[in-house]
T-cell receptor, first 111, second 115 residues
């Protein structure tokens, strides 16, 4: 099962608003990844984080690797209709080579 | 570089039949991963290969499931005696290690429906 708690489960926002979602774990992670998935497609990598406290941007997206190494945040600024989709966090612990995924945050943007 | 490709995109089969899926990773990537995703959930790890060696298998990978990567390039995932609970999206991802990152790039998935 899932080892990551991702919240919120879903969000309904107005176009132009900022969005924030997060992921927490009971384990310390060495890597955090954020993905976006459209219906019927595979997840697309948005941002990768490797160091505690790291803040990385990709266009309107900004993600942070929490200082405790047990959480991560994704922010989307000035949302647009094409931001609609499901956002997943994924993390890797030090002694694992596979990634564990959260259950996703479903984002709906109203024009 | 055309990304990760998977075939078929959709498969409908009757319970008890065997099915096989194929994944072609990004050409320079030595690691290949298989995941299963059910509705409303994130991908769940099944197994991964480094080159042709299968290095880790999840407990989700029952003995009806087998994966191969004979030449360290493409991989196949076979499910024998399919059950309705096997209905899911099967995702393949690839990455480059060591020396690279742990960033995994996914294919479009194969959606399996067992009737």
């Amino acid at each position: 099962g899932q080892q990551l708690n991702q919240s919120p489960q879903s969000m309904f926002i107005q176009e132009g608003e900022d969005v924030s979602m997060n992921c927490t774990s009971s384990s310390i992670f060495n890597t955090w990844l954020w993905y976006k998935q459209d219906p019927g497609e595979g997840p697309v990598l948005l941002i990768a984080l490797y160091k505690a406290g790291e803040l990385t941007s990709n266009g309107r997206l900004t993600a942070q690797f929490g200082i405790t190494r047990k959480d991560s945040f994704l922010n989307i600024s000035a949302s647009i209709p094409s931001d609609v989709g499901i956002y997943f966090c994924a993390g890797r612990t030090y002694n694992n080579n596979d990634m564990r995924f959260g259950a996703g945050t479903r984002l709906t943007v109203k024009p | 570089d055309t990304g990760v490709s998977q075939n078929p995109r959709h498969k409908i089969t009757k319970r008890g039949q065997n099915v096989t899926f194929r994944c072609d990773p990004i050409s320079e990537h030595n690691r290949l991963y298989w995941y299963r995703q059910t509705l409303g959930q994130g991908p769940e790890f099944l197994t991964y290969f480094q080159n042709e060696a299968q290095l880790e298998k999840s407990r989700l990978l029952s003995d009806r499931f087998s994966a191969e990567r004979p030449k360290g390039s493409f991989s196949t995932l076979e499910i024998q005696r399919t059950e309705q609970g096997d209905s899911a999206m099967y995702l393949c991802a690839s990455s480059r290690q060591p020396g690279g990152s742990y960033e995994q790039y996914f294919g479009p998935g194969t959606r399996l429906t067992v009737t």
